[in-house]
T-cell receptor, first 111, second 113 residues
Framework: DAKTTQPNSMESNEEEPVHLPCNHS???????IHWYRQLPSQGPEYVIH???SNVNNRMASLAIAEDRKSSTLILHRATLRDAAVYYC????????????FGKGTLLTVNP | NAGVTQTPKFRVLKTGQSMTLLCAQD?????MYWYRQDPGMGLRLIHY???????AKGEVPDGYNVSRLKKQNFLLGLESAAPSQTSVYFC????????????FGEGSRLTVL
């Protein structure tokens, strides 16, 4: 299974942009890049996903490297409610259904 | 639209007891998953299902059994609970794999004494 690598933790200030990196050097052509976040005592929630092109939604933006071996989740203006663990995972559009979540990045947002 | 619902949300068991966790989704999703999360860890896949009547092993299947008799329900069973199975269990579902988002339940906290 293709793996992802993320920093254990990152810190940001409120109302500043946050760039959360993810490396996935063994990504295959059918793998979609997904981001989820988990607030304390809650289940993970979907943030954004993409295949090859950069993506934007109301929550965040996803920037995907041209070779697809890395990606960056961008929170344009961090709020205290964005403090969470962020998971970058690869989900295959082929026959591999085993979705593995690493430890993710713990984002701390300072007021 | 309730999404993914897990019951019970909390349970305390004694070693050797059995129990079943129920996951229900009302989104007509084909794929369903059971994960466990231990303190400071990510989510580890226990079992998954790619459709009604099908199940498969994930990363940490030992000590658990599952059934998917109805498309909307995915049951996780512990036949003889052990303290090592103390964890928070999350169910998830998705319409398909690949470019389809996962929807998670709120979790079930299980303590085995």
């Amino acid at each position: 299974d293709a793996k992802t690598t993320q920093p254990n933790s990152m810190e940001s200030n409120e109302e500043e942009p946050v760039h959360l990196p993810c490396n996935h050097s063994t990504i295959s052509g059918t793998d979609y890049i997904h981001w989820y976040r988990q607030l304390p005592s809650q289940g993970p929630e979907y943030v954004i996903h993409g295949l090859t092109s950069n993506v934007n939604n109301r929550m965040a933006s996803l920037a995907i490297a041209e070779d697809r071996k890395s990606s960056t989740l961008i929170l344009h203006r961090a709020t205290l409610r964005d403090a969470a663990v962020y998971y970058c995972i690869l989900i295959s559009g082929g026959s591999n259904y085993k979705l593995t979540f690493g430890k993710g990045t713990l984002l701390t947002v300072n007021p | 639209n309730a999404g993914v619902t897990q019951t019970p949300k909390f349970r305390v068991l004694k070693t050797g007891q059995s129990m079943t966790l129920l996951c229900a989704q009302d989104m007509n999703h084909e794929y369903m998953y059971w994960y466990r999360q231990d303190p400071g860890m990510g989510l580890r896949l226990i079992h998954y299902s790619v459709g009604e009547g099908t199940t498969a092993k994930g990363e940490v299947p030992d000590g658990y059994n599952v059934s998917r008799l109805k498309k909307q329900n995915f049951l996780l069973g512990l036949e003889s609970a052990a303290p090592s199975q103390t964890s928070v269990y999350f169910c998830a579902s998705s319409y398909r794999t690949g470019g389809w988002e996962l929807f998670f339940g709120e979790g079930s906290r299980l303590t085995v004494l």
